[in-house]
C-alpha cells in the first residue's frame, strides 16, 4: 500500500510541477534546445542552474526546480541533448552522456548556453549556482573545472572522473560533492584523484559521502532510493547554496 500512495504521490507531484515549469527554446548553432524555467523567472533572483540526468530532464530535475523556488530562487533545466535527440533507453542515454563526457568542451558549451538563458530570465548574474544529478552531476564539476561564471556547484551522485591526460587546473568556484557510499561507477581511484585535483587548484572544496547509498539514492523512481540519505542531501544542497547566493 506504502509503494503504491508513494507512486501515486510522484505520479501527481511531476504532473503539477510540469504545470508550473515554463518552456524556454534556446539554440546551439542549428541545434534547438528546450529548457525549463521556473514560475518566478523574470525577477532578479540569485538563479540555479539544474543539470538533469542521463536521459534528459526528467521528474527529479522538476522536483529540484519547484523546491528551489520555493527557497527563493529562480531555477532553469538545462537541455544538453536538443530536441530530436532525448533518450529512449538506458542504451542510448549512456551513448549520448559518454559523448559529452569525452568532449567535455562541448558539454561545457551547452551548459554555458543554459546560464545565459538562466541570466536572461532574471538571475542575478554574480549569483547563480549549478546542481546536477548523475551525469548532470559530472557537468556541475565541469562547470568548475570550465570556469564557467558561477559562485558554487554541486555534483550529486556525479560521476566524478576524468581524463588523467587533461591537466588540473586552478578552481575558483565552491564545490559540493554529494556521493553516494556504495556507487559502483565512483572508484576509489576516482575519489582519490577529484580529491587531487581540488587540492591542486586550490578549491573550496567538500565531499560528504552517504552510508548504505548506491548510485541513484536521491531519486524516488529508483530502487536505489534512500530517503533518509536523499532528505540529508538535499538539505545539504539548500545549506550550501544559502551560504554562497544569499
Known amino acids: 500500500m506504502r509503494t503504491i500512495l508513494l507512486a ?24 534547438k534546445l528546450n529548457g525549463l524555467v ?19 530532464i526528467d521528474d527529479e530535475a522538476k522536483t529540484a526546480a519547484a523546491e528551489l ?15 530530436g535527440n532525448i533518450p529512449k533507453d538506458n542504451a542510448s542515454a549512456g ?42 552531476g559530472t557537468g556541475a564539476l565541469e562547470s568548475a573545472r570550465g570556469s564557467l561564471p558561477v559562485v558554487g556547484v554541486v555534483s550529486i551522485h556525479g560521476s566524478i572522473g576524468k581524463d588523467q591526460t587533461r591537466k588540473n587546473g586552478p578552481i575558483s568556484t565552491k564545490i559540493l560533492v554529494e556521493n553516494p557510499a556504495d ?10 584523484n577529484l580529491i587531487k585535483e ?6 573550496d572544496w567538500q565531499i560528504i559521502t552517504y552510508a548504505h547509498s548506491k548510485h541513484t539514492f536521491t531519486d524516488p523512481k529508483s530502487p536505489d532510493y534512500n530517503e533518509v540519505m536523499a532528505k540529508r542531501a538535499w538539505n545539504h544542497t539548500l545549506m550550501f547554496l544559502k551560504e554562497i547566493l544569499k
Open 69 to 83: 523556488e520555493k527557497q527563493g530562487y529562480i531555477a532553469f533545466i538545462a537541455d544538453i541533448y536538443g530536441e
Open 198 to 203: 581540488m587540492n591542486e587548484g586550490n578549491a
Open 95 to 136: 551513448k549520448s552522456a559518454g559523448y559529452y563526457k569525452q568532449n567535455y568542451e562541448a558539454y561545457q558549451k551547452r551548459i554555458s548556453l543554459a546560464l545565459e538563458e538562466l541570466k536572461k530570465n532574471g538571475a542575478v548574474a554574480d549569483k547563480i549556482a549549478v546542481i546536477g544529478y548523475c551525469f548532470g
Open 8 to 31: 501515486a504521490c510522484i505520479m501527481s507531484t511531476g504532473t503539477f510541477f510540469s504545470q508550473k515549469l515554463k518552456t524556454v527554446s534556446y539554440q546551439d548553432g542549428s541545434q
Open 183 to 192: 556507487d559502483q561507477g565512483v572508484t576509489p581511484e576516482d575519489y582519490n
Open 38 to 56: 521556473t514560475s518566478n523567472a523574470g525577477k532578479k533572483l540569485p538563479g540555479v542552474l539544474i543539470l538533469p540526468a542521463w536521459k534528459g
